[in-house]
């Protein structure tokens, strides 16, 4: 629940997208009360669209701008912002994509001198082309193609938060003939990532790029990627979750005021002060007992590793102390990196298994003991079968590992004073929180609690839920990661994460349902052999350093994973110096509504709000007041590209990233 307050609301407004229906309450009273939302999103539009042409170097008298124009409110916004850019002296062609254009905003459009060019046979747009032959629609469409592909900038205002499933007809042909035919946009994430191909406009989408999944995050079909996203009012989803977020590139988000009071975002992302939270600060009395231990079953024979890299994360990151279990080769491999670790059985607050161990496909995987000890330990973490009923209704004491007698086999216990902590049958939801990783994930019990943390690539949750019965390739995951994140969680119970460039972590909300936070604090150089492995062991010590809240606290798994992801993120981007991310919070464009007064004239004048006449609305009230927030030059060619990392570059960051945290 997001509560007023103005530092808080602008928080929020950077780290928490809403859905379709929660944007649409938002701004319906305003638009009752009569504020010019069309007028202000297409100022912002206008605004950035200027700035980027200067940080261009291109002087707007000599700019050429295409806009795609939708029937719908969206196609409002271009034309709006189009005769924003004709007052400047920028030369616009529109290009109307749907049988209707929005009759104010097309009328402000022409009278401030725009070009129009309509593609629709069956336009009704008053004053132009139509019941023109396929042979001109298609000429037509030819030559709208190459307008687009010569400007310099491309606005997308086809469909915005309007739109249902994938595109078609025209907007579908534009789009496939100037973006994409679905699929995750194929650029380079370093240098000058926003634009490697200097001869094709940029792009800026209105709201949203057309055609994306606006509240779940897919690509259904074609899009063009945008550069630039100017979102109105709040985020939605598809500026948060993988693949989408792609597509709408640097966000600009137009601050409208709404009211956040009461409205659940659908996504939230981590940011420093939240991922902050999760982080134990040392106290007086500390010893290295109470800074939280991990124990770590990780490494075999065949990856030994893991075992090394997933001990030192986690004796980096912030706890007390860590004990390893594995093949006496591997734990001198473990003893020679980490010589503080200690071996062996012992009392632990957090649990890491599986990074390293090999899966069940693996040929080795029958040799390997690894896989016996953590079975065994998983089985105490077994709540029952996954039912549409409350997990937690279960009985925790039916244990079927009591019955194979292999509590006597779980690794742990308090080895310094014999008092173990799950010897004793206690149920699942009350055992120290796990990460369950990599090989690990296949031997997951049917149904476990919140504390246990997932940590799949989109490889093992395909595997883990066609284990379940969901016949699911990596490529269907990486099409709908939520949805699959979702599904995962529901049908084990457990916190998933799901790692990629922005990594989704979904579990239980304290008030029922589920949560998603996202974490994008990283650049692409993470994607490296032995970074999954690093996440493993700076989870285990994030789960650590929770004071056992974690079985109490469903909200604060969540938050905790996804502090280690971002913790992770963060340590990717010291170590490497790049400025690159694979999320980035949005740049907040503020538009002061304009005066009651000028309100009233609007609506004496017959003008419904969302077809407000761009004359009417002064520099004051819109243009000049809207770049309070946003830099003339979007700086577009300075972000620092850094320079590659091993997973050991991440080890060793990790301690000034906690530091930094908590300063
Ligand atoms: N939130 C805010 O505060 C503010 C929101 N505002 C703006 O309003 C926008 C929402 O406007 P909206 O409701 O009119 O819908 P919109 O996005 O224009 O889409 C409708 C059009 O798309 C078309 N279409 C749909 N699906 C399609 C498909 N698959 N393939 C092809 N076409 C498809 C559909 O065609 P139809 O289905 O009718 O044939 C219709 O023409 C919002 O995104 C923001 O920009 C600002 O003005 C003010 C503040
Ligand atoms: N393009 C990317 N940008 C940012 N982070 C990435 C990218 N690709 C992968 N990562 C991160 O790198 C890590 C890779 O983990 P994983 O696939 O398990 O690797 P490994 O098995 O080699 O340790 C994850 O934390 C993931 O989120």
């Known amino acids: 629940m997001i509560h007023h307050g103005d530092s808080v609301r602008r928080r929020a407004l950077r780290h928490a997208a809403f859905d379709v229906a929660t944007v ?80 104010a905003a097309f009328s402000s459009f022409v009278r401030a001198g725009g070009s129009v060019l309509v593609l629709d046979q069956a336009s009704t747009i008053p004053g132009c082309a139509s019941g023109f032959g396929a042979g001109e629609a298609g000429e037509r469409l030819h030559t709208a193609i190459g307008l687009a592909q010569d400007a310099d900038v491309l606005i997308d205002a086809m469909t915005g938060i309007g739109v249902s499933g994938a595109l078609r007809g025209i907007p579908a042909a534009l789009a496939k003939a100037l973006g994409r035919d679905g699929g995750v946009p194929d650029r380079p994430a370093m240098g000058d990532a926003a634009h490697d191909d200097d001869d094709a406009p940029l792009v800026v989408a209105m709201d949203t790029p057309s055609g994306i999944g606006v509240d779940d995050g897919t690509l259904p079909g074609p899009y063009i990627p945008a550069d630039m996203t100017v979102m109105c009012g709040a985020l939605k989803p598809c500026a948060m979750l993988p693949p989408a ?54 490494g075999s024979t065949r990856y030994p590793g893991a075992g090394v890299l997933t001990t030192d994360a986690a004796a980096h990151a912030n706890i007390g ?5 594995g093949p006496s080769r591997v734990q001198d491999m473990v003893l020679t990196r980490v010589p503080e670790a200690v071996l062996g059985k012992g009392r632990v607050e ?37 039912s549409t009923d409350d997990p937690r209704d279960a009985d925790p004491n039916d244990d079927d590992a009591d019955d194979a007698g292999l509590h006597d086999e779980v690794p742990g216990g308090d080895a310094e004073d014999g008092d173990a902590p799950f010897a004793n049958g206690s149920a699942g939801y009350a055992m120290p929180p796990i ?58 119970g457990a916190t998933v994460v799901l790692k990629g460039a922005i990594t989704l972590v979904v579990g239980d909300h304290e008030d029922g349902g589920v949560v998603t936070l996202v974490s ?20 285990g010590a994030l789960l650590a350093q929770q004071d056992g809240e974690l079985q109490e606290d469903a909200d604060a798994c969540v938050e905790a994973a996804a502090a280690a992801c971002y913790i992770h993120g963060r340590a990717a981007a010291l170590a490497s110096g790049s400025g690159q991310r694979g999320w980035s919070e949005p740049t907040i464009v503020r538009i002061p509504v304009p005066a009651p007064a000028m309100n009233a004239a609007l609506s004496d004048a017959g003008l419904g709000v969302g077809a407000v006449d761009i004359d009417d609305l002064s520099d004051d009230d819109a243009v000049d007041a809207v770049g309070s927030d946003m830099d003339d030059d979007l700086g577009m060619d300075e972000v620092p590209v850094g320079h590659p990392i091993v997973a050991h570059d991440l080890i060793a960051a990790l301690p000034r990233v906690v530091s930094g945290l908590l300063g």
Request: proline residues 5%; charged residues 15%.
């Open 24 to 103: 649409r309450a938002m701004e319906a009273p305003l638009l009752r009360s009569g504020v010019p939302l069309m007028s202000m999103a297409a100022a912002a539009a206008a605004r950035v669209v200027l700035a980027l042409l200067d940080d261009m170097d291109v002087d707007t008298h000599e700019a050429g701008v295409v806009l795609l124009a939708g029937a719908g409110d969206n196609g409002g916004d271009g034309l709006l912002a189009g005769a924003r850019l004709l007052g400047e002296g920028v030369a616009v062609t529109a290009v109307t994509v749907g049988r209707s254009a929005h009759a």
């Open 245 to 298: 977020a792609y597509a709408c590139g640097t966000v600009y988000l137009a601050d409208f005021g709404f009211d956040l009071h009461g409205h659940d975002p659908a996504v939230r992302a981590m940011d420093g002060a939240l991922a902050a939270r999760s982080l134990r600060l040392p106290r007086l009395q500390d010893a290295k007992y109470s800074r939280g231990v991990t124990g770590l079953i990780t």
């Open 321 to 325: 102390m860590v004990r390893y279990m």
């Open 350 to 386: 957090s649990w890491v298994v599986g990074s390293g161990v090999p899966s069940a496909q693996d040929p080795q995987a029958h040799a390997d003991t690894q896989r016996e000890i953590i079975t065994a330990l998983l089985a105490h973490y077994d709540v029952g079968e996954y």
């Open 435 to 492: 990460c369950v990783d990599a090989g690990a994930l296949d031997i997951l019990p049917s149904r476990v609690p919140p504390q246990v943390v997932i940590t799949p690539h989109a490889g093992e949750l395909a595997a883990l839920l066609s284990l379940r019965g969901e016949a699911l390739s990596a490529a269907d995951v990486l099409a709908d990661p939520w949805s699959w994140a979702k599904r995962a969680h529901e049908i084990t």
């Open 520 to 539: 994008g604090a990283a650049p692409a150089w993470l994607g490296t052999a032995g970074a999954g492995d690093v996440l493993a062991g700076t989870m």
